[in-house]
């Protein structure tokens, strides 16, 4: 789906400069890779597809409207008409994960129109210091949409910018907040004369990055502690109320930020401390780092953690099904991966206690059977008797040579009666 979109963006009024009639405005910043805005992410693929075109064209006073009130192309005769204040787009180019252009005014033909003049003021005052506030401005382009969910630098998103197609940089003469600009809302009419809506986003280009999670680590103790009981935006508050007047913070880290002085260009490690109350305060001297830019494969635009990329790994080469897999439950289900094989060992181990447990059982009743049946001979007890009596009982019985009784009944008891044999007691009669 195509989408017209105007993005807000500001200028540092240090980067405004003069020769002879020409005013250059440079680094304006159009967009960041993996910025999400209004919930969609601007990818940095497509940004450096898109980049070129935004050369050359029109840097007009304002998002350029028809008579009817209706956003046109600046590129639109009418939009010339109205709108140009002899200003255009040039060295467009994306770099440092940036797309960044400089703005062109001739100061000549920019005097020719109210907007233009009132520009030309706004410039003298930033080029004198008299007016340091950034100068704002707004990117009119065409995209496509794509449908697809996921996070970038903490923030989801629903949709994915394509094929970015530039039509103008509005310069926003009239100073405004910095909130989102009722400027970028409306409607558009193509060059089809049909209407279409028109979505504003603001860009701050000082924006900080949330890295207190990164790595393994960090991803744990975001699990367990739920993200923390101070919020971000805390956080970067307090980090902004100490820093120097022309500094902002770039990248916030568990216990340090990197920030940057726009003054003079330099990026600074600086660590710090949240107390309780929720009060932020440095724990040490500013160090001057440089940015290291690194570029790996990308598996999944939807993650950048390749430790949590290797989780998964782990889990779907084991035949875990993590789609449904909430960041908890793959922590949990990997630790059950990670000391599976330590189980494993026990369970063979026990099995192997109770393997020799029953062999020693089976020789032990082998014994007590044949010990049974040998004290057995010559008494009215049976083997089964004996056998009750326990394997120690009839090895103390055989030690002792104590046989059991000898009762009536039994073949000894009859040989002793043999001797009356044939013997009458009536011949004692005759």
């Known amino acids: 789906m195509s989408k017209r979109v105007h993005i807000l963006s500001a200028v540092n009024a240090a980067n405004i400069s003069k020769d002879g009639s020409t005013y250059t405005i440079r680094d304006v910043c159009c967009a960041v890779d993996g910025i999400v805005m209004n919930r969609r992410l601007y990818p940095a693929d497509q940004l450096a597809a898109g980049f070129a075109t935004l050369e050359g064209k029109p840097a007009p006073a ?91 630098n903490g ?21 405004i907040g910095a909130g989102t600009p009722e400027e970028g809302v409306g409607m558009f009419l193509n060059s089809a004369g049909q209407a279409e809506e ?12 949330d890295k207190r999670h990164a790595g393994l680590m960090g991803w ?17 508050d307090g980090i902004r109320a100490l820093l120097p007047k022309e500094a902002y913070p770039r990248e916030v880290f568990q216990r340090y930020v990197v920030w940057a002085d726009y003054a003079n260009d330099k990026l600074f490690r600086q660590d710090y401390a949240v107390g309780s109350d929720g009060s932020v305060a440095f724990i040490s001297d500013p160090v001057e780092v440089t940015r290291k830019v690194e570029y790996q494969p990308v598996t999944n635009s939807q993650r950048d953690d390749p430790v949590k990329d290797k989780i998964l790994a782990a889990l779907n080469a084991a035949g875990i099904n993590t789609a449904s897999l909430d960041d908890a439950q793959l922590l949990t289900a990997y630790n059950s991966l990670v000391t599976k094989p330590g189980q494993d060992a026990l369970t063979a181990a026990n099995s192997k206690l109770a393997e020799l447990e029953l062999a020693a059982n089976a020789a032990k009743d082998a014994e007590l059977t044949a010990l049974a049946t040998e004290l057995a001979v010559n008494t009215s007890l049976k083997p089964e008797d004996f056998k009750a009596m326990g394997l120690e009982r009839c090895k103390e019985l055989k030690a002792n040579a104590k046989a059991a009784p000898i009762v009536p009944g039994t073949p000894a008891a009859n040989a002793a009666a043999d001797e009356f044999a044939g013997y009458d007691l009536n011949k004692l009669e005759a």
């Open 62 to 152: 304002g998002h350029p409207k028809n008579a009817a009130g209706q956003h046109i192309s600046a590129l639109n005769g009418e939009a010339l008409a109205s709108a140009w204040i002899g200003s255009y787009a040039r060295n467009a180019r994306h770099a440092a994960g940036r797309t960044l252009v400089d703005v062109v005014v001739n100061e000549s033909q920019a005097r020719a129109h109210p907007k233009g003049l009132q520009l030309v003021a706004r410039l003298d005052a930033a080029i004198a210091g008299t007016n340091v506030e950034p100068v704002h401005v707004s990117t009119g382009l065409m995209l496509d949409e794509i449908k697809a969910n996921g996070e970038s």
């Open 155 to 175: 923030k989801a998103y629903d949709t994915v910018a394509s094929n970015l197609r530039y039509d103008h940089l509005a310069i926003l003469v009239d100073e």
């Open 198 to 209: 028109v979505e504003a986003a603001a860009l701050n280009a000082a924006e900080p990055e």
């Open 220 to 236: 744990i103790r975001k699990l367990v502690t739920n993200g923390g009981d101070v919020s971000f935006d805390q956080i970067v």
